[in-house]
T-cell receptor, first 117, second 113 residues
Framework: GAVVSQHPSWVICKSGTSVKIECRSL??????MFWYRQFPKQSLMLMAT?????????EQGVEKDKFLINHASLTLSTLTVTSAHPEDSSFYIC?????????????FGPGTRLLVL | QKEVEQDPGPLSVPEGAIVSLNCTYS??????FMWYRQYSRKGPELLMY????GNKEDGRFTAQVDKSSKYISLFIRDSQPSDSATYLC?????????????FGAGTRLFVKA
């Protein structure tokens, strides 16, 4: 099956610093990548959708300047949490989809656990 | 009302039991339906993917879609402790920005040895 990797798997940082998370599709070209946030024992919350070469589409309530998304190639998307604060601590998961017809499924990365002190 | 409704559980069953996980959806425009399994502190893993009404079987797992009643189910036969996880149903919906996947809240399943 399709494989999506995420790096790092966990990160601890000081408040005010920026953190970059990478999401890669290893064996397919991802037309679309998604970034989710998940709090303990809760479901996935879609943050933004990014298509290769274009600006990301953010969900309502997600700060664009806070969560910078770059989808520079068909296999790589990055999420940068700028000036992180403790309330940004969460589990961030990316997913990737190969096509746009709707019949393609999303394949998820293993997630990145962020702890902001 | 959420577009995809799923009972969060938790659901606790003994090993070997048949597990039935269910979701309902409100929008008849949903076309593709998926079930994901998520272990604690891991990303979701695709289990089953269906399009048309009916059953799709893969080993101990059977996915069922009833578009007339807007109901999707996942059955797990001979459940094992390793099946303990959160199960997420999902559906694809075409909107102005392209296809969007809507997830249910997830049902936490515990299979006791």
């Amino acid at each position: 099956g399709a494989v999506v990797s995420q790096h790092p798997s966990w990160v601890i940082c000081k408040s005010g610093t920026s953190v970059k998370i990478e999401c890669r599709s290893l064996d397919f070209q991802a037309t679309t990548m998604f970034w989710y946030r998940q709090f303990p024992k809760q479901s996935l919350m879609l943050m933004a959708t990014s298509n290769e070469g274009s600006k990301a589409t953010y969900e309502q309530g997600v700060e664009k300047d806070k969560f910078l998304i770059n989808h520079a190639s068909l296999t790589l998307s990055t999420l940068t949490v700028t000036s992180a604060h403790p309330e940004d601590s969460s589990f961030y998961i990316c997913s990737a989809r190969e096509g746009t017809s709707g019949s393609e499924t999303q394949y998820f990365g293993p997630g990145t656990r962020l702890l902001v002190l | 009302q959420k577009e995809v409704e799923q009972d969060p559980g938790p659901l606790s069953v003994p090993e070997g039991a048949i597990v039935s996980l269910n979701c309902t959806y409100s929008n008849s425009a949903f076309q593709y339906f998926m079930w994901y399994r998520q272990y604690s502190r891991k990303g979701p893993e695709l289990l089953m993917y269906t399009y048309s009404s009916g059953n799709k079987e893969d080993g101990r797992f059977t996915a069922q879609v009833d578009k007339s009643s807007k109901y999707i189910s996942l059955f797990i036969r001979d459940s094992q402790p390793s099946d303990s996880a959160t199960y997420l149903c999902a559906a694809n919906l075409l909107n102005t920005g392209g296809f969007k996947t809507i997830f249910g809240a997830g049902t936490r399943l515990f299979v006791k040895a």
